[in-house]
């Protein structure tokens, strides 16, 4: 620790203490001397190394100067401060509890106490210990803030709002409540309050990289993407080697469609953090939207490797096989996807599609009727799966998923067009002709499959007839 102190060239001095004062002690230290009796250049060197964060330096000087001063109340919070900044947190309690009992009506001290009991989760005894520095000093901005902080943690917005608008209200320069005004109109979504209220933070502090980035994100979020990638621009400015800045650019490039760029900024962000298995999914799922699927599909397994968890990267996996028609490969990657994430509808349709790709239709329809279960609601799985009943001969179950389809969405005009081909499997012409017209009335592209397939399921008068009646429509 001596030979720390003695090597620091660099340790400035304030106003009260001479630069003669601080060599003086420097040098007493290090020679062991035992007759230290400065207390105030021991509480200038401890503030000093606090404020510039070099906790384990400051912890040192700390208790040099409690040997001298040990019930030094202000000596024994700056100690526990000292502790909860180095993550010692029952040591920093136990402190703070000597302190109190020297001075019980401190409310600084009651809110760094406040504030290490939340650090270790002890919510209730928290509030109360921010409650009693209210009770001592009811415009206390530090006591409400850390109570917003709480409240924060405990997902409560609404309350962490209103606290930190009251501490506007005693002291609007406070440092940090702009920040936190923002990240609370953020979560209750309210993009342009927060997109204020961090434009205020940042106006106070410009060179605070987070407040720009977690503005970005908010623009980015709101589809503001040029004003997002600005802001993380500025970020990136004051701090480079800030990966989770390069990967939410990345985002917001290829929000806006620029993948050349998107692509830039992912392998940016891979260059600070090579193993971030969602960086890795990104940069696939660019190539994968470039139809670049081989080289995707390199991405997307390094992502894997990473998390064997990654449901989201073994369905964009999948989704590279199936468009190289390699269905095995792709069958495998959805339904594990499927096994890690079982509630997610997007996995079980691609199981349904990839097994009808591999002929698989039984499992098709399995899977579809799986979807449905899950989304009664969802108009094109019971389409999809009266088409596929249909294609396997099973008319009734065909037309009662089709109808079904037709009732929850009436404008779509797949669902009447495969119902027509159900009726005329059934000989159902009239029904046929009807469901036929209003799938071309809502959907026209539809003409040339249906003059395709008329052949095949009625004679050529009927054709004819039919066909006098579609051009009247």
Known sequence: MYDDFENNN???????TSDDDIHRFKEMISNGGK??????ALEEIVQFYFNHEVFDEALYYVDRLLEFEPYNADALQRK?????NLGHYDEALEIFQKALNLNPSDAELYVNYGITLDNVNRIDEAMDAFNHALELDPLNSDALFHKGVTYEKL???EEALRIFKAVIQIDPEHP???YELGYCYDYLNKPEE?????DEYIERDPFNYQAWYNKGIVLNRNGHYSEAIQSYEFALAIKEDFPACWYNMGNAYANAGDFTKALECYFKALKYDPNDPDTLHNVANVLEQQEQYSEAITYYTKAIILDATYAEAYYGRGCCYDALQQYEE???DFHKAVELDPDNSEYWYACADVEYNRGNIEASITHYKKIIEMEPYNYEAWYDLGDTLLEVGLYEEAREALEQSIHIEPEFGPSYFSLGKVFFSLRMYREAIKAFS???KLSPDLKEDLLYLIPKFISWKIVKNFSTKTKSM
């Open 10 to 16: 660099e340790l400035p001095t304030n106003d009260q």
């Open 35 to 40: 007759d230290i009796n400065n207390p105030e």
């Open 80 to 84: 526990g401060m000292i502790l909860n």
């Open 155 to 157: 997902n409560n917005y």
């Open 176 to 178: 940090d409540v702009w």
């Open 194 to 198: 927060s997109i204020h209220c961090y």
């Open 330 to 332: 792709a069958a495998k």
């Open 438 to 440: 209003t799938a071309l």
